[in-house]
Nanobody, 125 residues
Framework: QVQLAESGGGLVQAGGSLRLTCAASGRTFGNYAMGWFRQAPGKEREFVAGISWSGTSTLYADSVKGRITISRDNAKNTVYLQMNSLKPEDTAVYYC??????????????????WGQGTQVTVSS
């Protein structure tokens, strides 16, 4: 069992930065690919970024490449999402996700093993 708790969301002006944190409970955190999804009002949840269990592989949505970096610290059971050069279209609820079947499965979304409750990110123009 893995429980995920996101933090770090908030209101920021366009061009600004935020760092989201996902703290995971459970002894098997290192067995899971981890990722971030987001859902804007009226839109479907979409993949943002993912990282393999070892941290050696990452994936990003085209819309965030070059602006967002995902990382993890398995010793602290934590995954991070550093977001720079934020745009109003980045406004959404951001969800942390954990998937034991790996990074490619995580990217497809849908029936992911574990989801966090989400944290709101609002980017003003």
């Amino acid at each position: 069992q893995v429980q995920l708790a996101e933090s770090g969301g908030g209101l920021v002006q366009a061009g600004g930065s935020l760092r989201l944190t996902c703290a995971a409970s459970g002894r098997t955190f290192g067995n899971y690919a981890m990722g971030w999804f987001r859902q804007a009002p009226g839109k479907e949840r979409e993949f943002v970024a993912g990282i393999s269990w070892s941290g050696t592989s990452t994936l990003y949505a085209d819309s965030v490449k070059g602006r967002i970096t995902i990382s993890r610290d398995n010793a602290k059971n934590t995954v991070y999402l550093q977001m720079n050069s934020l745009k109003p279209e980045d406004t959404a609820v951001y969800y942390c996700a954990a998937e034991q079947l790996g990074l490619q499965r995580l990217r497809r979304g849908g029936r992911i093993d574990y989801w966090g409750q989400g944290t709101q990110v609002t980017v003003s123009s």
